[in-house]
């Protein structure tokens, strides 16, 4: 089965920056949209941000214009360049497909704090 492998995450201060990483075990990325979300703890998950096979992108109304959503077909790899982060951004963050998702991967933390 398809395994998602998300890195990148870390701590930074307020507006900083932090690109995550999706390693797909598949070459999927050409044919299906793929998406990020986030969950802190107690909170159910938050999707934000799509990206399709086409190459429309999607975003939460809080991130838009600070995160972009984007991928490396060759490299079965998806991204997600965050900038400007804040406190409240702080989550663990995962990859899946929007669509018949897959098992989720371990995520990976990202915390904004000064």
């Known amino acids: 089965q398809v395994q998602l492998v998300e890195s990148g995450g870390g701590l930074v201060q307020p507006g900083g920056s932090l690109r995550l990483s999706c390693a797909v075990s598949?070459?999927?990325?050409?044919?299906?949209?793929m998406g990020w979300y986030r969950q802190v703890p107690g909170k159910q998950r938050e999707w934000v941000a799509t990206?399709?096979?086409?190459?429309?992108?999607s975003y939460l109304d809080s991130v838009k214009g600070r995160f972009t959503i984007s991928r490396d077909n060759a490299k079965n790899t998806l991204y997600l360049q965050m900038s400007g982060l804040k406190p409240e951004d702080t989550a663990v963050y995962y990859c899946?497909?929007?669509?018949?998702?897959?098992?989720w991967g371990q995520g990976t933390q990202v915390t904004v704090s000064s």
């Open positions: 990206l399709t096979n086409t190459g429309r992108t």
């Open positions: 598949e070459n999927i990325l050409s044919i299906y949209a």
């Open positions: 899946n497909r929007p669509v018949l998702p897959m098992p």
